[in-house]
């Protein structure tokens, strides 16, 4: 992952090939774990994939797939959380104190998927209020186990891969996911945008630097929101110029 996004970097692609690039880069190892044929040695070397293939992108990447799960099971809600924070930009609000647990097995003790033990879980109309954004987001991503390896069924039964976005369109699977995202590039460039002049301005961003990044991002539009586009809007803005002196 850290050797895709400094690639996107030095190479001064869009960022929004973070989500859609048919690339990444593997070893023997990796490549095993993906079930990619004919790679070779301790290596990392970038592979190209088709463009329909579900790795390319971050969202397919087993370390973030991984860091989004819990030990023993995926987990939509964290995957849509780190969805709605680190690509949207619009992170939920704080569960409530007290939130009882996920339920491990139905009623009668049989196994249920993640997805059905969500959907009881959000019959609480406390729990369904902070769900509501997040899991439909997680759930485009259930083909992934909880170490980032491709399946198609959980517990005998075939996974339900729908969901949507906040705005409520809907989609299928990882593909449709990426697709809705992109369809709204100015959000994930936004959010990015935010990230990069945290660290520029040694501060958080406040509501009054966002006519700034709104500016940053228009102009990083015209070109194809290219990285350097990003961090030259951000060295020539207003709060990165009048900073103060640390």
Not at 34 to 41: C, L
Not at 46 to 51: E, K, L, N, P
Not at 100 to 110: I, K, N, Q, S, T
Request: with cysteine.
């Amino acid at each position: 992952t850290e050797m895709f996004v400094e690639s996107t970097i030095r190479e001064d692609r869009s960022l929004l090939e973070l989500l859609s690039a048919n690339y990444t880069f593997l070893n023997e190892r990796l490549a095993r774990h993906y079930r990619i044929p004919d790679i070779y040695g301790e290596r990392f070397r970038r592979v190209t994939f088709d463009a329909d293939h579900p790795r390319g992108g971050l969202l397919g990447h087993g370390g973030v797939l991984m860091v989004t799960s819990h030990p023993n099971r995926t987990s939509p809600v964290l995957r849509g959380k780190w969805l709605l924070e680190s690509i949207l930009g619009a992170p939920p609000p704080e569960p409530p104190a007290d939130v009882p647990g996920l339920p491990d097995r139905g009623e009668e003790g049989e196994p249920q998927s993640v997805r059905h033990r969500l959907e009881r879980h959000r019959e609480n109309p406390v729990c369904s209020s902070c769900h509501a954004p997040m899991d439909p987001l997680g759930f485009a991503l259930e083909n992934f186990d909880a170490i980032g390896r491709w399946r198609t069924h959980e517990e005998g039964r075939e996974l339900d891969v729908s969901g949507g976005l906040p705005d409520g369109q809907a989609f299928t699977g990882i593909d449709g996911l990426e697709k809705g995202l992109l369809e709204r590039p100015e959000l994930f460039a936004g959010t990015l945008t935010e990230k990069l002049m945290t660290f520029a301005l040694g501060r958080g961003v406040e509501h009054f630097d966002g006519p700034a990044v709104r500016k940053v991002v228009a102009e990083a539009a015209k070109n194809d929101y290219r990285i350097s586009s990003i961090i030259l809007g951000i060295v020539n803005s207003i709060p990165f110029r009048m900073r103060e002196a640390l």
